[in-house]
DNA sequence: CGCGACGTTGATTTGCCTCAACGATTGTGG
DNA sequence: CCACAATCGTTGAGGCAAATCAACGTCGCG
């Protein structure tokens, strides 16, 4: 069960058994079945979770009632709303379970510990937040200077599996472009590959 | 000299007057004239700097040759390519000054050196990450859900005072649209005013 | 003064949206 | 187990926001 988790933070830093088992023992195993919504705007969010199996999404509703995606997360990622949870402040995002999941989280009082018996965790979560802004730049930058079909045609190289798993409409909103769009961009793209 | 920067940081952490003088002993204090790039996409980042006085973007070169500017950062802002200076690893921007800028700076060596001796110091910059991510996130979201229009309104509100500093254009590569659609924008907007 | 950097304006084009109608597939209650 | 609804994807017509291209002001600076 944590055999995943462990290989995952063992690329940052090196745990001896003890450092594992204080870990391992702060973790909170959480099973998420499809739909559920972990968290809601205005709320504060209470969990950093790493997903063991299944598929979430965070996403913003802007007030034409419009959803953003802002990522999706699936096995191997962590997952969460890392500004309230830290500031203790409202979040604008929700994050909605796309499949039954299977999490491990860490509460706020959780990681507290965690950091202050395990300091070289530290280094975990800075690096996560640090990929996790460059990902985000990296978004923005192509956002701004890509048409969609290029962004689209990124996004199922960098995650294959992604499309297989989650309906259209959500990545159309992860894109930035209205569902019926990316219905387009598919028919083009195979019209050309048939030539 | 280091009178702003150490309110700055005061807003997160309290500092005793030897953890000061630990702090500003490390700081190395650097002229920029206007023009400098200070960082080229390739090199790795060796610096996080603290503006006290000046103005610099940072900015990434597409494949077409075409600019999009990340971030203007004024008086009382950090700027740094992070995910560079931490992994040692190439960066993807550019950061330039656009005015002459006086900074002062952390190389990773004294930056490693000031989280050794004064520890506390982890907390500011993770918020500071924390928030640099917050803001890209924003920006993503509102650059996907938001006209040209409203998206310059907003950025006019939020640094009114940035527009009097920088060329239009910069503007418009912040903003991701092209100079000339800044030009109507603006138009426009006079018109209506003036209604 | 003259040149280069910057901003404006208008004509044309294009990427993408909106709306509306219509399949296809899934799932659920009778 | 079927019928019907709901969910999801496709297609097309028409429209708008913003890009592109080109030409022309204007200002500051060497």
Redesign the interface.
Known sequence: MFENIINSVSKYITLTEEEETVFTDLLERREVPKKTVMLREGEVCQFEGYIIKGCVRIY?L?E?G?E?T?SFAIEDWWVSD??SF??RKPS?FFIEALEDTEMLVLTPHAKEELLLSV?KF?RV???L??????S??????K????TATERYLEFVERYPTIPLRVPQYFIASYL?VSPEFVSTIRKRLTAKKEE
């Not at 956002?143 to 890509?146: F, H, Q, R, W």
């Open positions: 913003y802007n034409n419009f953003v802002l890392i500004a830290h500031e604008a300091p530290e979560f800075r690096i937040v640090q990929r996790n802004l460059s985000v730049q990296d978004r923005l930058v956002t701004i200077s890509k930035g």
